[in-house]
Protein backbone atom coordinates (compact mmCIF):
# COMPACT_ATOMS: atom_id res chain seq x y z
CA UNK A 1 0.00 0.00 0.00
CA UNK A 2 1.17 3.46 -0.84
CA UNK A 3 0.22 6.29 1.13
CA UNK A 4 1.07 9.87 -0.03
CA UNK A 5 -0.57 12.92 1.95
CA UNK A 6 -2.35 11.33 4.39
CA UNK A 7 -4.39 9.42 1.24
CA UNK A 8 -4.52 5.60 0.49
CA UNK A 9 -3.36 6.53 -3.62
CA UNK A 10 -2.60 2.75 -4.77
CA UNK A 11 -1.82 -1.35 -3.40
CA UNK A 12 -0.97 -4.58 -4.15
CA UNK A 13 1.11 -4.50 -7.76
CA UNK A 14 -0.03 -1.09 -8.25
CA UNK A 15 1.58 0.32 -5.47
CA UNK A 16 4.62 -1.27 -6.17
CA UNK A 17 4.79 -0.32 -9.79
CA UNK A 18 3.82 3.46 -8.31
CA UNK A 19 6.82 3.01 -6.24
CA UNK A 20 8.64 2.15 -8.92
CA UNK A 21 7.87 5.00 -11.21
CA UNK A 22 8.76 7.67 -8.83
CA UNK A 23 12.21 9.24 -8.64
CA UNK A 24 14.76 7.93 -6.29
CA UNK A 25 14.71 11.45 -3.92
CA UNK A 26 10.86 10.42 -3.87
CA UNK A 27 11.46 7.04 -2.54
CA UNK A 28 14.04 8.23 -0.12
CA UNK A 29 12.01 10.65 1.63
CA UNK A 30 9.27 7.82 2.12
CA UNK A 31 8.96 5.55 5.33
CA UNK A 32 8.92 2.10 4.41
CA UNK A 33 7.09 -0.51 7.26
CA UNK A 34 6.79 -3.67 6.84
CA UNK A 35 3.59 -5.14 8.50
CA UNK A 36 4.87 -9.07 8.91
CA UNK A 37 1.86 -10.44 7.56
CA UNK A 38 -0.44 -8.91 10.04
CA UNK A 39 -3.96 -7.77 9.03
CA UNK A 40 -4.83 -4.04 7.95
CA UNK A 41 -8.29 -2.68 9.13
CA UNK A 42 -10.02 0.83 8.78
CA UNK A 43 -9.22 3.00 11.84
CA UNK A 44 -11.98 2.24 14.17
CA UNK A 45 -14.76 5.02 15.60
CA UNK A 46 -16.51 5.26 18.81
CA UNK A 47 -20.27 6.52 18.19
CA UNK A 48 -21.32 7.75 21.21
CA UNK A 49 -18.48 9.04 24.40
CA UNK A 50 -18.41 11.53 26.85
CA UNK A 51 -14.73 12.34 26.81
CA UNK A 52 -14.51 14.67 29.76
CA UNK A 53 -16.53 11.97 31.85
CA UNK A 54 -14.02 9.13 30.56
CA UNK A 55 -11.49 10.77 31.33
CA UNK A 56 -12.10 11.61 34.62
CA UNK A 57 -13.35 8.28 35.45
CA UNK A 58 -9.55 7.46 34.48
CA UNK A 59 -8.86 9.30 37.82
CA UNK A 60 -12.05 8.65 39.82
CA UNK A 61 -12.46 5.68 42.24
CA UNK A 62 -14.48 2.28 40.95
CA UNK A 63 -16.97 1.12 42.42
CA UNK A 64 -18.24 -0.97 39.76
CA UNK A 65 -18.09 -4.21 41.33
CA UNK A 66 -20.02 -3.86 44.17
CA UNK A 67 -22.48 -5.95 44.75
CA UNK A 68 -24.87 -4.12 47.63
CA UNK A 69 -24.35 -0.39 48.95
CA UNK A 70 -22.73 -1.74 51.75
CA UNK A 71 -19.65 -3.29 50.02
CA UNK A 72 -19.85 0.28 47.78
CA UNK A 73 -19.61 1.90 50.89
CA UNK A 74 -17.10 -0.50 51.84
CA UNK A 75 -14.85 0.61 49.28
CA UNK A 76 -15.15 4.60 50.02
CA UNK A 77 -13.90 4.07 53.25
CA UNK A 78 -10.96 1.96 51.95
CA UNK A 79 -10.12 4.90 50.09
CA UNK A 80 -10.35 7.39 52.46
CA UNK A 81 -8.30 5.61 54.87
CA UNK A 82 -5.90 5.22 52.39
CA UNK A 83 -5.99 7.78 49.92
CA UNK A 84 -8.09 10.69 50.94
CA UNK A 85 -8.78 13.44 48.61
CA UNK A 86 -6.94 16.71 49.05
CA UNK A 87 -8.43 18.93 51.60
CA UNK A 88 -11.76 21.15 49.81
CA UNK A 89 -12.54 18.77 47.29
CA UNK A 90 -14.90 15.49 47.22
CA UNK A 91 -14.19 11.79 46.56
CA UNK A 92 -15.91 10.88 43.88
CA UNK A 93 -16.63 7.08 42.82
CA UNK A 94 -17.94 5.94 39.46
CA UNK A 95 -20.20 2.81 38.10
CA UNK A 96 -22.27 1.74 41.11
CA UNK A 97 -25.16 -0.35 39.80
CA UNK A 98 -28.03 -0.62 42.43
CA UNK A 99 -30.80 -2.67 40.41
CA UNK A 100 -29.98 -6.13 41.74
CA UNK A 101 -28.61 -4.80 45.38
CA UNK A 102 -29.97 -6.47 48.13
CA UNK A 103 -29.57 -3.06 50.18
CA UNK A 104 -30.82 0.86 49.96
CA UNK A 105 -28.05 3.41 49.00
CA UNK A 106 -28.43 5.78 51.91
CA UNK A 107 -26.06 9.26 52.78
CA UNK A 108 -25.74 7.17 56.04
CA UNK A 109 -24.14 4.36 54.58
CA UNK A 110 -21.67 7.26 52.78
CA UNK A 111 -21.77 9.40 56.23
CA UNK A 112 -20.58 6.30 58.44
CA UNK A 113 -18.12 4.85 55.76
CA UNK A 114 -16.43 8.34 55.75
CA UNK A 115 -16.78 9.30 59.34
CA UNK A 116 -14.94 5.15 59.83
CA UNK A 117 -11.97 6.42 57.99
CA UNK A 118 -11.34 9.43 59.96
CA UNK A 119 -12.64 11.68 57.86
CA UNK A 120 -16.00 12.56 58.17
CA UNK A 121 -15.97 16.29 56.32
CA UNK A 122 -15.20 14.49 52.98
CA UNK A 123 -18.43 15.13 50.85
CA UNK A 124 -18.58 11.76 49.01
CA UNK A 125 -20.83 11.37 45.49
CA UNK A 126 -20.85 7.83 43.63
CA UNK A 127 -22.26 8.06 40.39
CA UNK A 128 -24.28 5.14 38.98
CA UNK A 129 -22.74 3.18 35.85
CA UNK A 130 -25.06 4.56 33.23
CA UNK A 131 -24.71 8.64 34.95
CA UNK A 132 -28.25 8.72 35.15
CA UNK A 133 -28.04 8.61 39.24
CA UNK A 134 -26.16 10.13 41.89
CA UNK A 135 -25.51 8.40 44.97
CA UNK A 136 -24.73 11.48 47.85
CA UNK A 137 -23.58 11.60 51.37
CA UNK A 138 -24.95 14.71 53.94
CA UNK A 139 -21.73 16.60 53.76
CA UNK A 140 -22.19 16.24 49.58
CA UNK A 141 -25.63 17.07 49.58
CA UNK A 142 -24.99 19.71 51.97
CA UNK A 143 -21.78 21.35 49.25
CA UNK A 144 -24.31 21.16 46.46
CA UNK A 145 -26.97 23.08 47.95
CA UNK A 146 -29.14 20.08 48.59
CA UNK A 147 -29.73 19.49 52.19
CA UNK A 148 -33.20 18.71 52.67
CA UNK A 149 -33.57 17.11 49.53
CA UNK A 150 -31.07 13.72 49.71
CA UNK A 151 -28.80 13.55 53.47
CA UNK A 152 -29.09 11.10 56.21
CA UNK A 153 -32.72 10.76 56.64
CA UNK A 154 -33.41 10.24 52.88
CA UNK A 155 -32.16 7.63 50.44
CA UNK A 156 -29.20 9.63 49.50
CA UNK A 157 -30.32 9.15 45.38
CA UNK A 158 -30.83 12.11 42.65
CA UNK A 159 -31.67 10.93 39.24
CA UNK A 160 -32.27 12.35 36.30
CA UNK A 161 -32.44 16.08 35.49
CA UNK A 162 -32.15 17.11 39.37
CA UNK A 163 -29.08 15.15 39.30
CA UNK A 164 -27.38 16.30 35.67
CA UNK A 165 -26.61 20.06 37.65
CA UNK A 166 -24.12 18.07 39.91
CA UNK A 167 -22.64 15.59 38.00
CA UNK A 168 -21.61 18.59 35.65
CA UNK A 169 -20.08 20.05 38.65
CA UNK A 170 -17.94 17.48 40.26
CA UNK A 171 -15.09 18.08 38.22
CA UNK A 172 -12.83 20.21 40.99
CA UNK A 173 -9.68 20.42 38.44
CA UNK A 174 -9.06 23.42 35.88
CA UNK A 175 -9.06 22.84 32.11
CA UNK A 176 -5.78 22.86 31.57
CA UNK A 177 -5.42 19.14 34.15
CA UNK A 178 -9.00 18.21 32.29
CA UNK A 179 -7.80 18.56 29.17
CA UNK A 180 -4.41 17.03 29.89
CA UNK A 181 -6.76 13.87 31.29
CA UNK A 182 -8.69 13.35 28.17
CA UNK A 183 -5.14 13.60 25.70
CA UNK A 184 -4.41 10.61 28.17
CA UNK A 185 -7.54 9.15 27.35
CA UNK A 186 -6.87 9.55 23.38
CA UNK A 187 -3.86 8.29 23.01
CA UNK A 188 -4.73 5.09 25.13
CA UNK A 189 -8.05 4.96 22.52
CA UNK A 190 -5.40 4.90 19.48
CA UNK A 191 -3.76 2.43 21.33
CA UNK A 192 -6.94 0.42 20.72
CA UNK A 193 -7.04 1.73 16.88
CA UNK A 194 -9.47 4.33 17.24
CA UNK A 195 -9.20 7.13 15.28
CA UNK A 196 -12.32 9.30 15.98
CA UNK A 197 -15.13 9.68 18.77
CA UNK A 198 -18.61 10.85 18.71
CA UNK A 199 -18.72 13.30 21.88
CA UNK A 200 -21.80 14.03 23.31
CA UNK A 201 -20.29 15.32 26.58
CA UNK A 202 -23.03 17.31 28.60
CA UNK A 203 -21.19 20.57 29.58
CA UNK A 204 -20.41 21.55 25.74
CA UNK A 205 -18.17 19.65 23.30
CA UNK A 206 -17.70 22.26 20.74
CA UNK A 207 -15.94 25.06 22.62
CA UNK A 208 -13.73 22.10 24.89
CA UNK A 209 -12.72 20.78 21.75
CA UNK A 210 -12.06 24.01 19.52
CA UNK A 211 -9.95 25.02 23.01
CA UNK A 212 -8.21 21.50 22.57
CA UNK A 213 -7.41 21.93 18.97
CA UNK A 214 -5.79 25.42 19.58
CA UNK A 215 -3.70 23.59 22.43
CA UNK A 216 -2.42 20.82 19.83
CA UNK A 217 -4.56 17.78 20.29
CA UNK A 218 -3.65 15.99 17.47
CA UNK A 219 -4.64 11.73 18.35
CA UNK A 220 -8.11 11.56 17.56
CA UNK A 221 -10.96 12.92 14.99
CA UNK A 222 -14.03 14.72 16.74
CA UNK A 223 -17.56 14.99 16.03
CA UNK A 224 -18.57 17.50 18.77
CA UNK A 225 -22.29 17.32 19.80
CA UNK A 226 -24.45 20.42 20.60
CA UNK A 227 -27.03 19.84 23.63
CA UNK A 228 -30.47 22.47 23.97
CA UNK A 229 -28.58 24.92 26.28
CA UNK A 230 -26.51 25.47 23.65
CA UNK A 231 -28.49 25.14 20.55
CA UNK A 232 -28.61 29.08 20.30
CA UNK A 233 -24.81 29.50 19.99
CA UNK A 234 -24.58 27.30 17.78
CA UNK A 235 -27.12 28.46 15.04
CA UNK A 236 -25.96 32.22 15.93
CA UNK A 237 -22.35 30.63 14.23
CA UNK A 238 -24.26 29.15 11.08
CA UNK A 239 -23.12 26.53 12.21
CA UNK A 240 -24.15 22.83 10.58
CA UNK A 241 -24.02 19.19 10.73
CA UNK A 242 -20.58 18.12 9.44
CA UNK A 243 -19.12 21.31 9.02
CA UNK A 244 -15.18 21.32 9.83
CA UNK A 245 -14.49 23.53 12.45
CA UNK A 246 -10.72 22.63 12.82
CA UNK A 247 -8.24 20.23 11.96
CA UNK A 248 -9.60 17.14 12.99
CA UNK A 249 -12.74 18.59 14.46
CA UNK A 250 -16.37 18.58 13.06
CA UNK A 251 -20.05 19.52 14.04
CA UNK A 252 -21.98 16.96 15.10
CA UNK A 253 -25.58 16.75 15.82
CA UNK A 254 -28.03 18.26 18.38
CA UNK A 255 -27.61 16.04 21.37
CA UNK A 256 -31.66 15.16 23.31
CA UNK A 257 -31.87 12.97 26.23
CA UNK A 258 -35.52 12.31 26.14
CA UNK A 259 -35.80 9.38 28.91
CA UNK A 260 -33.40 7.54 31.34
CA UNK A 261 -31.82 4.44 31.69
CA UNK A 262 -32.64 1.16 32.57
CA UNK A 263 -30.68 0.06 35.56
CA UNK A 264 -32.20 3.22 37.44
CA UNK A 265 -35.39 2.33 36.28
CA UNK A 266 -36.21 5.39 34.88
CA UNK A 267 -36.39 4.48 31.23
CA UNK A 268 -39.66 5.07 29.81
CA UNK A 269 -41.80 1.83 29.06
CA UNK A 270 -44.95 1.08 27.58
CA UNK A 271 -45.14 -1.86 30.25
CA UNK A 272 -44.59 -0.74 33.86
CA UNK A 273 -41.31 -1.69 36.29
CA UNK A 274 -42.40 -4.40 38.64
CA UNK A 275 -43.28 -3.36 41.83
CA UNK A 276 -43.37 0.24 41.27
CA UNK A 277 -47.14 2.01 40.77
CA UNK A 278 -47.46 6.11 40.37
CA UNK A 279 -46.74 8.18 37.69
CA UNK A 280 -43.29 6.70 37.37
CA UNK A 281 -43.88 3.41 37.30
CA UNK A 282 -43.35 3.26 33.79
CA UNK A 283 -40.18 5.27 33.82
CA UNK A 284 -39.24 9.16 33.64
CA UNK A 285 -40.04 10.82 30.09
CA UNK A 286 -37.46 13.73 30.49
CA UNK A 287 -38.71 15.54 27.33
CA UNK A 288 -41.85 15.19 26.13
CA UNK A 289 -43.09 15.62 22.60
CA UNK A 290 -44.56 19.16 23.11
CA UNK A 291 -41.04 20.36 24.18
CA UNK A 292 -38.90 17.87 21.59
CA UNK A 293 -40.40 18.15 18.57
CA UNK A 294 -39.72 22.12 18.11
CA UNK A 295 -36.34 21.33 19.29
CA UNK A 296 -35.75 18.85 16.74
CA UNK A 297 -37.35 21.33 14.21
CA UNK A 298 -35.33 24.20 14.99
CA UNK A 299 -32.26 21.88 14.70
CA UNK A 300 -33.11 20.35 11.55
CA UNK A 301 -33.90 24.06 10.56
CA UNK A 302 -30.55 25.16 11.03
CA UNK A 303 -29.10 21.73 9.26
CA UNK A 304 -28.00 19.98 12.16
CA UNK A 305 -28.92 16.44 12.49
CA UNK A 306 -30.58 15.28 15.79
CA UNK A 307 -29.19 12.15 18.34
CA UNK A 308 -32.41 11.10 20.43
CA UNK A 309 -31.36 9.59 23.54
CA UNK A 310 -34.21 6.87 23.80
CA UNK A 311 -33.77 3.46 26.36
CA UNK A 312 -37.24 2.61 27.04
CA UNK A 313 -40.10 1.07 24.18
CA UNK A 314 -42.32 4.20 24.74
CA UNK A 315 -39.66 6.48 24.36
CA UNK A 316 -38.35 5.05 21.42
CA UNK A 317 -41.74 5.06 19.59
CA UNK A 318 -42.04 8.75 20.81
CA UNK A 319 -38.41 9.44 19.32
CA UNK A 320 -39.68 7.94 15.94
CA UNK A 321 -42.65 9.56 16.21
CA UNK A 322 -40.57 13.19 16.34
CA UNK A 323 -37.81 12.16 13.36
CA UNK A 324 -41.24 11.57 11.29
CA UNK A 325 -42.93 14.45 11.97
CA UNK A 326 -40.33 17.34 12.16
CA UNK A 327 -38.48 15.29 8.76
CA UNK A 328 -35.20 15.14 10.98
CA UNK A 329 -32.25 13.07 9.89
CA UNK A 330 -29.70 11.85 12.94
CA UNK A 331 -29.84 8.85 15.52
CA UNK A 332 -31.78 6.82 17.78
CA UNK A 333 -28.94 6.82 20.81
CA UNK A 334 -29.01 3.27 22.39
CA UNK A 335 -32.89 1.85 21.45
CA UNK A 336 -32.26 -0.71 24.28
CA UNK A 337 -35.98 -1.67 23.62
CA UNK A 338 -37.94 -1.35 20.60
CA UNK A 339 -41.51 -2.70 20.16
CA UNK A 340 -41.08 -5.06 17.21
CA UNK A 341 -42.96 -2.56 14.61
CA UNK A 342 -40.14 0.39 15.46
CA UNK A 343 -37.78 -1.57 14.36
CA UNK A 344 -39.10 -1.03 10.79
CA UNK A 345 -39.96 2.28 11.00
CA UNK A 346 -36.14 3.27 12.16
CA UNK A 347 -35.51 1.74 8.45
CA UNK A 348 -38.47 3.00 6.65
CA UNK A 349 -37.14 7.08 8.64
CA UNK A 350 -33.29 6.54 7.53
CA UNK A 351 -32.96 6.99 11.22
CA UNK A 352 -29.57 5.52 12.48
CA UNK A 353 -29.63 3.06 15.45
CA UNK A 354 -26.46 4.06 17.35
CA UNK A 355 -26.21 1.38 20.14
CA UNK A 356 -23.59 0.38 22.81
CA UNK A 357 -23.43 -3.59 22.77
CA UNK A 358 -20.86 -3.71 25.99
CA UNK A 359 -24.47 -2.54 27.66
CA UNK A 360 -26.63 -5.61 26.71
CA UNK A 361 -23.52 -7.28 28.98
CA UNK A 362 -23.60 -5.48 31.47
CA UNK A 363 -27.95 -4.87 31.98
CA UNK A 364 -28.46 -8.70 31.15
CA UNK A 365 -29.37 -9.83 34.48
CA UNK A 366 -31.17 -6.33 35.23
CA UNK A 367 -32.92 -6.90 32.20
CA UNK A 368 -34.30 -10.02 32.71
CA UNK A 369 -35.66 -8.68 36.38
CA UNK A 370 -36.86 -5.23 35.46
CA UNK A 371 -38.08 -6.32 31.60
CA UNK A 372 -39.14 -9.57 32.48
CA UNK A 373 -40.56 -10.91 29.25
CA UNK A 374 -39.82 -8.41 27.04
CA UNK A 375 -36.34 -9.60 26.57
CA UNK A 376 -36.26 -10.89 23.72
CA UNK A 377 -36.83 -7.54 22.32
CA UNK A 378 -33.90 -5.86 24.36
CA UNK A 379 -30.70 -4.78 22.22
CA UNK A 380 -32.18 -6.64 18.98
CA UNK A 381 -28.88 -5.73 17.32
CA UNK A 382 -29.15 -8.70 14.22
CA UNK A 383 -33.07 -7.65 14.07
CA UNK A 384 -32.26 -3.84 13.75
CA UNK A 385 -29.29 -4.95 10.59
CA UNK A 386 -31.83 -7.70 9.09
CA UNK A 387 -34.50 -4.53 8.43
CA UNK A 388 -32.03 -2.53 7.18
CA UNK A 389 -30.80 0.13 9.55
CA UNK A 390 -27.97 1.48 9.63
CA UNK A 391 -25.66 0.34 12.98
CA UNK A 392 -23.05 2.42 14.28
CA UNK A 393 -21.41 0.78 17.46
CA UNK A 394 -19.94 2.79 20.44
CA UNK A 395 -19.69 2.40 24.43
CA UNK A 396 -21.19 5.55 25.89
CA UNK A 397 -17.95 6.04 27.71
CA UNK A 398 -17.89 6.20 30.75
CA UNK A 399 -20.58 3.82 31.10
CA UNK A 400 -18.60 1.27 29.34
CA UNK A 401 -14.86 1.78 28.36
CA UNK A 402 -13.76 3.41 25.54
CA UNK A 403 -12.70 0.01 23.46
CA UNK A 404 -14.68 -0.65 20.12
CA UNK A 405 -13.50 -3.90 20.52
CA UNK A 406 -15.39 -4.65 23.88
CA UNK A 407 -18.24 -3.55 21.90
CA UNK A 408 -17.61 -5.83 18.72
CA UNK A 409 -16.95 -8.22 20.82
CA UNK A 410 -20.07 -7.82 22.80
CA UNK A 411 -21.88 -7.67 19.83
CA UNK A 412 -20.78 -11.00 17.56
CA UNK A 413 -21.10 -12.91 21.21
CA UNK A 414 -23.31 -11.74 23.15
CA UNK A 415 -21.35 -13.23 25.79
CA UNK A 416 -18.95 -11.94 28.38
CA UNK A 417 -16.65 -13.62 31.90
CA UNK A 418 -17.70 -16.96 30.70
CA UNK A 419 -21.33 -17.19 30.95
CA UNK A 420 -23.71 -18.67 28.00
CA UNK A 421 -25.04 -16.75 24.98
CA UNK A 422 -28.07 -13.91 25.76
CA UNK A 423 -30.31 -13.89 23.41
CA UNK A 424 -27.58 -15.35 20.99
CA UNK A 425 -30.60 -14.75 18.21
CA UNK A 426 -29.19 -11.60 18.01
CA UNK A 427 -25.75 -11.54 17.17
CA UNK A 428 -23.83 -9.82 14.84
CA UNK A 429 -22.04 -11.34 12.10
CA UNK A 430 -18.15 -10.12 12.49
CA UNK A 431 -17.90 -8.22 9.56
CA UNK A 432 -21.37 -6.19 10.43
CA UNK A 433 -19.78 -5.27 13.87
CA UNK A 434 -16.77 -4.23 12.23
CA UNK A 435 -18.46 -2.38 9.95
CA UNK A 436 -20.30 -0.27 12.25
CA UNK A 437 -17.68 0.74 14.30
CA UNK A 438 -15.32 2.27 11.09
CA UNK A 439 -15.77 5.76 9.29
CA UNK A 440 -13.33 4.77 6.14
CA UNK A 441 -12.78 1.79 3.91
CA UNK A 442 -8.78 0.35 3.41
CA UNK A 443 -9.13 1.12 -0.43
CA UNK A 444 -7.72 3.92 -3.01
CA UNK A 445 -9.08 7.20 -2.37
CA UNK A 446 -9.38 6.44 1.10
CA UNK A 447 -7.99 8.61 3.62
CA UNK A 448 -5.10 6.54 5.65
CA UNK A 449 -7.32 5.73 8.60
CA UNK A 450 -5.93 2.36 9.27
CA UNK A 451 -5.35 0.02 12.37
CA UNK A 452 -2.55 -2.74 12.26
CA UNK A 453 -3.86 -5.79 13.95
CA UNK A 454 -1.75 -8.69 15.18
CA UNK A 455 -5.15 -10.96 14.23
CA UNK A 456 -7.12 -11.41 12.37
CA UNK A 457 -10.63 -9.91 13.28
CA UNK A 458 -13.01 -11.66 11.18
CA UNK A 459 -12.15 -15.19 12.73
CA UNK A 460 -11.71 -14.48 16.44
CA UNK A 461 -13.87 -14.98 18.74
CA UNK A 462 -14.43 -14.36 22.42
CA UNK A 463 -11.98 -12.83 24.88
CA UNK A 464 -9.33 -13.06 22.03
CA UNK A 465 -11.57 -10.48 20.24
CA UNK A 466 -12.11 -8.39 23.20
CA UNK A 467 -8.14 -8.32 23.84
CA UNK A 468 -7.11 -7.73 20.05
CA UNK A 469 -4.09 -6.86 19.94
CA UNK A 470 -3.47 -3.41 18.03
CA UNK A 471 0.21 -3.03 16.77
CA UNK A 472 0.06 0.38 15.19
CA UNK A 473 -2.78 3.07 14.23
CA UNK A 474 -2.30 6.06 11.56
CA UNK A 475 -4.40 8.96 11.45
CA UNK A 476 -3.98 10.13 8.02
CA UNK A 477 -1.05 8.23 7.29
CA UNK A 478 0.49 9.52 10.75
CA UNK A 479 1.43 7.24 13.55
CA UNK A 480 -0.98 8.06 16.57
CA UNK A 481 0.23 4.32 18.24
CA UNK A 482 3.13 1.96 17.15
CA UNK A 483 4.24 -0.72 18.43
CA UNK A 484 5.55 -2.89 15.28
Known sequence: MLVVDGVVVATGDAARAALADLGAGARAALETVDLDGRWLAPGLWDAHTHMEQWALARQRLDVSGASSAAEAAALVRERLRTAAPPPGTALVGLGFRDGLWPDLPTSALLDDAAAAAGHPDVPVVLISGDLHCGWLSTRAAEVHGLAGVVGRDGTGLLREHPWFPVLDRLDDAGPDVVDGWVQDAARAAARRGVVGVVDFEMAGAVPAWERRVASGHADLRVVASVWAAGLDDVVARGLRTGDRLADLLTMGPLKVISDGSLNTRTAYCHDPYPGLSGPDSHGTLSVPPEELRPLMARATAAGLACAI???GDRANALALDAFAATGASGSVEHAQLLATDDVARLALLGVVASVQPEHAMDDRDVADRHWAGRTARAFPLRALHAAGVRLTLGSDAPVAPLDPWSAIGA?????????????PEQRLAADVA??????????VGEVADLAVLDADPLATRGDALRAMPVAGTLLAGRWTHRAL
Open 434 to 443: LAASVRSRVA
Open 309 to 311: HAI
Open 411 to 423: AVDRARDGREPWH
